[in-house]
């Protein structure tokens, strides 16, 4: 289970999230949709404290931290119980894609490399990147590159995968690769929470589909309620302008 209260954040006088409550079950894929500039991807970065939320509650597992007063260790325990997709990729660039997925392994959960090297393998096989193992990223395509960020995410089996707009640097060739890569993550039960402009992805993928403006969850609900029959006004606007 991953429960949010009262978490909020600010980048000066502007407050980016404004008291969110949420609940994620287990297994559950809940996708956050809305205007650019509403603190959708301040929230994901904010679990993990990516950006330190100024008040609110996380809980992830059987962790649970007072953003507050959040200690190194607390920190570093909810980075343990997440995996970060960026949108951006986020690779780093003097490594391959196999050293890509096995540097948190490695590092972080202090697994054997023997043993980091053979679950890289195994996630550049599901991933269909075997033959670029070796390959730095320069020389991968925007497609493949992210693939390999969504595998480094697999490979931690972590608590919750956090995606943040994962297709919104892709040219277009390349989406429909990594959502295709996603919907098979999210075939796992994989507890996921998704931010995307992908919007008939998000009806197919999601058990819940999350509405912000303003720094606030406006409307939340089944993907057939909120796309065919939206409540709040704000969200059938928002509806209107991106799907025409």
């Known amino acids: 289970m991953i429960r949010l209260t009262g978490l909020t954040k600010r980048f000066g006088a502007n407050t980016v999230l404004d008291g969110i409550d949420l609940s994620i079950a287990e297994g559950d894929r809940v996708v956050v949709i ?104 320069a020389a991968l395509s925007g497609g493949q590159q992210q693939r390999v960020g969504i595998g480094r995410a697999m490979a931690l089996e972590a608590d919750l995968m956090l995606f943040d707009e994962p297709t919104s640097a892709l040219d277009p060739e390349w989406v429909g690769e990594v959502l295709d890569l996603m919907r098979r993550v999210a075939e796992r039960r994989q507890t996921m929470l998704i931010v995307t402009h992908e919007m008939q992805f998000a009806r197919e993928i999601a058990d819940r589909v999350i509405f912000m403006e303003g720094g606030r969850i406006v409307e939340e609900g089944p993907p057939a309620q909120i796309f065919e029959a939206a409540r709040d006004p704000r969200t059938r606007a928002f509806l209107r302008r991106v799907t025409g």
């Open 34 to 137: 809305g205007p650019s500039g509403t603190g959708k991807s301040t929230l994901l970065r904010c679990i993990n404290f990516l950006d330190r939320p100024e008040a609110g509650v996380i809980r992830v597992g059987d962790l649970e931290v007072d953003a507050g007063r959040a200690t190194r260790a607390q920190v570093l325990g909810l980075r343990r119980r997440t995996a970060f997709v960026f949108q951006n990729y986020a690779l780093f660039a003097n490594k391959t894609a196999r050293q890509n997925i096995t540097e948190a392994l490695i590092t972080v959960q202090k697994r054997p490399r023997a043993e980091a090297e053979a679950r890289a393998d195994a996630i550049l096989a599901e991933t269909g990147l075997t033959e670029k193992a070796d390959s730095y990223p």
